[in-house]
């Protein structure tokens, strides 16, 4: 999933600025609220909060709020056409797809975010996500046991450990596993230590975000177009 913070207070009110009278907060269903960020329990505190401050700075502000289950689907934005229509901001609490796709729809709108998209992770523990993907556009998991040497070490090393490692855990961050001791280890587990001896090539980076922004087609729906 993808996980986010939420902004400062002091930072969404900054940013919403002193020109507007209504504010539409619009929460995302999906991987905010698993990261506890944008869902409807964050929209509604966040509101609370800002009527709260409006009110005490003497400002006529009407907010309201709304969580749909995706902003990163037209189908489910489109539900809130008047809601948007009828406010002179909107304050996503979705991560910068749902932002932009709001945007997208609304170009007369200003549309601003209330999140900072983190990264693709899984949730450890209740308040606590560890990035586990970066998008590469070639998964290579098959070549590492399951654990990615993309995202999860530090310096995204293919072919073995920095050899700095110290007690399982990373040189450049304590806090975090070797991503290679883990492979390796997991390499003994299987009994396939053999395989990590072979030579990985450099990875083919055009697939990924430096190649430009991607668009990935389906052929089943679009065959006119080509990837
Ligand atoms: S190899 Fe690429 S696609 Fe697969 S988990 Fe790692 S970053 Fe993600
Ligand atoms: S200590 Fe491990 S995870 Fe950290 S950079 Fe070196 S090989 Fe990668």
Redesign the pocket.
Known sequence: MIVAKQKKVNEVIDMLGDDFNSLLIVGCGTCVTVSLAGGEREVNSLAEILRTYYANNNRDVKIETETVKRQCDFEYIDQLENLIKENDIILSLACGIGVQHIVERHQDKIVLPGLNTSFYGATLKIGEWSERCIGCGECVLDQYFGICPIA????Q?LNG??G??QNGS???DPDID????LIYDRAVKLDKLEDLINYEPPKNWEVYRDGGPRTLIDQEYHEDRKE
């Open positions: 999860r070490c530090s310096k090393l450990p920095c700095g490692s990373c040189e450049v070797c991503a290679w001791e």
